[in-house]
């Protein structure tokens, strides 16, 4: 299970969050997207904790909380959608 966690602070970094999610649990991974053009963090990022339990109470306790003068959006992530418009990978080619 995923956390994605939304309107954070452009200045926040890894070890924040690690910092802040820690109190919760032990913290396996976080991803925090980077925008291609200017390097910048995007203002979201994904967390995994070690249980489901420790996920919970992280939710629980920080959605719409304060954080870096910013109101915190946290939830469960959700899978990622298909984004190819139905048409999937196939391309489409005339036999002649």
């Not at 390097?39 to 909380?65: K, N, Q, S």
């Amino acid at each position: 299970m995923t956390i994605y966690v939304g309107n954070l602070s452009y200045d926040v970094t890894e070890a924040d969050l690690s910092s802040v999610f820690a109190e919760y649990g032990s913290v396996k991974q976080i991803k925090m997207p980077v925008d291609r053009e200017t390097g910048r963090v995007r203002g979201f990022a994904f967390i995994d904790m070690a249980t489901e339990a420790e996920e919970t109470a992280a939710i629980e306790d920080l959605d719409g909380a304060e954080w870096m003068e910013r109101t915190l959006k946290v939830n469960k992530a959700r899978p990622r959608e298909d984004r190819s418009g139905g048409r999937g990978n196939k391309r489409n080619f005339s036999r002649r």
